[in-house]
């Protein structure tokens, strides 16, 4: 009889109170291994802000590189000096 009233249940798509924790602490647990691997790789405080004269200072040295490799091939392409 027991049998029977399990396939009936699961038939039903009932499920008993124990089957029910069950599912919902193995959710839990995986949502909680979800979190705590994305605050292991993503997060960190040691990052230092940079300052927005920092970053313009990098932005400019950056566009120097840039425009003298650009000049550089320029002038290799029209035969330049």
Not at 9 to 27: I, M, P, W, Y
Not at 53 to 72: G, H, M, S
């Amino acid at each position: 009889l027991e049998g029977k009233q399990k396939e009936s249940d699961l038939s039903k798509g009932a499920s008993s109170k124990s089957e029910r924790q069950a599912r919902l602490e193995r959710e839990q647990e995986d949502m909680l291994s979800k979190i705590n691997k994305i605050r292991k790789t993503d997060f960190d405080n040691t990052k230092r802000i940079e300052r927005p004269e920092d970053i313009l200072e990098r932005r400019r040295q950056q566009r120097e590189k840039r425009n003298v490799w650009y000049k550089r091939t320029w002038r290799a392409i029209t035969f330049q000096k």
